[in-house]
């Protein structure tokens, strides 16, 4: 349980108190701050096991690290999440490097003709209703699902505000959901 006098201070507070080896307020920040890490790192993995993993392992790093946090570079919760994101970003990577490995190992199985056809198929449906967006909204929608950037980093790409690329993937999803509809794809 988090410190009722620690629980008052802030968040660049903690970080001093911590960067001077103060448990207590690295048990603050961590209540403060756990839950939210953790949503994050299950967004990226979608695993609650390297979730929390993540978030420990953030909180690991601020214990180790917190006398180097330079306030001018932004606030603790921004310095927090960097690391989370940093971290699932690594942890994909190397999610993807096992399996490449693995993928490697195992002989390719042979696809049927018939289900080659279908994906053929499928795939064209797909990409003739891509075509039909309005081209800002499939290039912002293509970063989104395509490239591993945030809606925020997707928007200094672009150079828009953070509302436009979130409005022109839910705009070119209903897009695409309604020229889909009824389609067997």
């Given at each position: 349980?988090?410190?009722?006098?620690?629980?008052?201070?802030?968040?660049?507070?903690?970080?001093?108190?911590?960067?001077?080896?103060?448990?207590?307020?690295?048990?603050?920040?961590?209540?403060?701050?756990?839950?939210?890490?953790?949503a994050l790192a299950w967004r990226f993995l979608r695993s609650e096991e390297d979730a929390e993993e993540?978030?420990?392992?953030?909180?690991?790093?601020?214990?180790?690290?917190?006398?180097?946090?330079?306030?001018?570079?932004?606030?603790?919760?921004?310095?927090?999440?960097?690391?989370?994101?940093?971290?699932?970003?690594?942890?994909?990577?190397?999610?993807?490097?096992?399996?490449?490995?693995?993928?490697?190992?195992?002989?390719?199985?042979?696809?049927?003709?018939?289900?080659?056809?279908?994906?053929?198929?499928?795939?064209?449906?797909?990409?003739?209703?891509?075509?039909?967006?309005?081209?800002?909204?499939?290039?912002?929608?293509?970063?989104?699902?395509?490239?591993?950037?945030?809606?925020?980093?997707?928007?200094?790409?672009?150079?828009?505000?953070?509302?436009?690329?979130?409005?022109?993937?839910?705009?070119?999803?209903?897009?695409?959901?309604?020229?889909?509809?009824?389609?067997?794809?």
């Open positions: 349980m988090a410190d009722p006098i620690q629980s008052e201070l802030s968040d660049h507070e903690l970080i001093g108190k911590i960067a001077a080896r103060d448990t207590a307020a690295l048990r603050t920040l961590n209540a403060r701050y756990a839950r939210m890490l953790t993540i978030a420990a392992d953030v909180l690991w790093q601020v214990w180790r690290e917190a006398g180097n946090f330079n306030p001018s570079r932004g606030t603790p919760a921004v310095w927090l999440i960097t690391i989370a994101r940093s971290r699932c970003l690594d942890r994909l990577r190397a999610i993807k490097a096992r399996s490449k490995t693995m993928a490697a190992d195992d002989p390719e199985p042979v696809p049927e003709p018939a289900a080659q056809l279908e994906r053929g198929r499928r795939s064209q449906v797909v990409r003739t209703v891509l075509a039909g967006l309005q081209r800002s909204e499939r290039d912002t929608l293509e970063l989104a699902y395509f490239s591993e950037l945030s809606q925020t980093e997707i928007a200094a790409r672009l150079g828009v505000p953070l509302g436009t690329v979130k409005t022109r993937i839910r705009s070119a999803l209903t897009r695409m959901r309604q020229a889909l509809a009824g389609r067997d794809v």
